[in-house]
């Protein structure tokens, strides 16, 4: 039985760091000594609403520290990045190759436990407790099924592993898997946080040649720009049907919408305004996860146009975390430069003011003595 620091959350907007016990690993799991844990706004919605209580966080990297006699995938000692987006490789979905929306082992798409370490594993005051996402990254261990895991064969601080596997994910893979970006076309992005850098990368990855960043921030247009972005538009908030945002984008682009336009807010509000942007038959992406009901004025998808709603930027971890991890080593990504601050398990809830004030691009929780 091991002991282990973690955040433990009601779900009903309290948290706290204590200790958890970690107990053997199952035929098929994987215990993992955590390194980095990267804090994402859906850990902050969880804290607030999931109301049960669980183990905080679903970006992390670390070691393996020991393994199920059936796992064939790593070995102790291996580097891994965590999934949370965990396949089973059999069921429709899977079979259909979007591995991100797993029917059996997905813990957002209504499957319950099945991808979940078996829940005994982990006790907090002698009772099972549940891991955020089957990970509960934000713990000095965590277990996990073998197929929560990527190894890690690439050279990069830990800090900068953690977060590809959510924050980066998900902007990068909307662009290049889900919205199939083509070279040559004229990107907006809307919300120039973690998720909208990633969207701003995988523009430049993919060769366009207009990338407006659009945010209320004059320090996040000028990041943008750092990470790709070649024009920038600051928005206002009493423009919440993008208007005054829409003439701009008009003037930088020939009197036409953009191409592609990327939602990156997660406010509501903003939920049909990359419709306002795009010309006809561009293709509008919702990539933040807004999941409150919005009410669309369906002139906005006159005409052709496309919106989608890609999960987790339709990532195939086995295929596109390395992917990723070489576009960073040819210095075509920026990972290191997403992380703007590291904390302590003690001082989160400093990690957590600073994203919902928005002073960072990327935390990264840091554990003791591993970076």
């Given amino acids: 039985m091991i002991t282990s620091k973690a955040v433990i959350s009601d779900g009903?907007?309290?948290?706290?760091?204590?200790?958890v016990q970690i107990g053997e690993c199952a035929d098929n799991e994987v215990l993992?000594?955590?390194?980095?844990?990267?804090?994402?706004?859906?850990?902050?919605?969880?804290?607030?609403?999931?109301?049960?209580?669980?183990?905080?966080?679903?970006?992390?990297?670390?070691y393996v520290h020991a393994v199920g006699k059936n796992v064939t995938k790593v070995a102790v000692g291996d580097k891994v990045i965590l999934n949370w987006a965990i396949p089973c490789g059999h069921?429709?979905?899977?079979?259909?190759?979007?591995?991100?929306?797993?029917?059996?082992?997905?813990?957002?798409?209504?499957?319950?436990?099945?991808?979940?370490?078996?829940?005994?594993s982990s006790t907090h005051n002698n009772q099972p407790i549940e891991r955020s996402f089957h990970l509960g990254a934000m713990s000095e261990y965590a277990m996990v099924r073998q197929e929560a895991v990527v190894k890690l064969t690439h050279d990069i601080p830990f800090s900068a592993a953690s977060i590809i596997g959510c924050g980066v994910m998900t902007g990068w893979g909307s662009v290049v898997n889900a919205a199939n970006v083509k070279a040559g076309s004229t990107v907006c992005v809307i919300g120039c946080?973690?998720?909208?850098?990633?969207?701003?990368?995988?523009?430049?990855?993919?060769?366009?040649?207009?990338?407006?960043?659009?945010?209320?921030?004059?320090?996040?247009?000028?990041?943008?720009?750092?990470?790709?972005?070649?024009?920038?538009i600051i928005s206002h908030k009493d423009d919440l049907d993008f208007v005054k945002v829409k003439q701009q984008v008009l003037a930088l682009n020939g009197g036409r919408g953009a191409d592609y336009a990327f939602e990156c807010t997660a406010i509501p509000?903003?939920?049909?305004?990359?419709?306002?942007?795009?010309?006809?038959?561009?293709?509008?992406v919702q990539v933040s996860g807004i999941e409150q009901r919005i009410d669309f004025d369906c002139e906005l998808f006159e005409w052709?146009?496309?919106?989608?709603?890609?999960?987790?930027?339709?990532?195939?971890?086995?295929?596109?975390?390395?992917?990723v991890l070489d576009l960073y080593t040819q210095g075509k990504l920026k990972l290191e430069e997403l992380v703007s601050?590291?904390?302590?398990?003690?001082?989160?809830?400093q990690g957590f003011d600073d994203l919902l004030n928005g002073r960072i691009a990327?935390?990264?929780?840091?554990?003791?003595?591993?970076?």
């Fill in 32 to 62: 993992v000594k955590i390194a980095a844990a990267g804090i994402c706004h859906t850990d902050w919605d969880s804290i607030q609403t999931w109301d049960k209580q669980f183990i905080v966080g679903h970006e992390g990297a670390g």
């Fill in 362 to 371: 990327k935390g990264v929780v840091i554990m003791d003595g591993m970076e």
């Fill in 12 to 19: 009903k907007g309290h948290y706290h760091v204590d200790t």
């Fill in 341 to 349: 601050k590291t904390y302590t398990l003690e001082n989160v809830a």
């Fill in 91 to 120: 069921c429709f979905q899977c079979n259909e190759g979007n591995v991100h929306i797993c029917e059996t082992n997905s813990p957002v798409c209504g499957c319950g436990l099945e991808g979940h370490a078996k829940i005994e």
């Fill in 193 to 232: 946080g973690g998720v909208g850098l990633n969207v701003i990368q995988g523009a430049k990855n993919s060769g366009a040649a207009k990338i407006i960043a659009i945010d209320i921030a004059e320090n996040r247009i000028e990041q943008a720009k750092e990470f790709g972005a070649t024009h920038g």
């Fill in 269 to 284: 509000a903003l939920g049909s305004a990359p419709l306002t942007l795009i010309r006809s038959a561009g293709t509008a």
């Fill in 304 to 323: 052709d146009k496309i919106y989608i709603n890609p999960l987790y930027g339709m990532c195939n971890p086995e295929r596109d975390f390395p992917r």
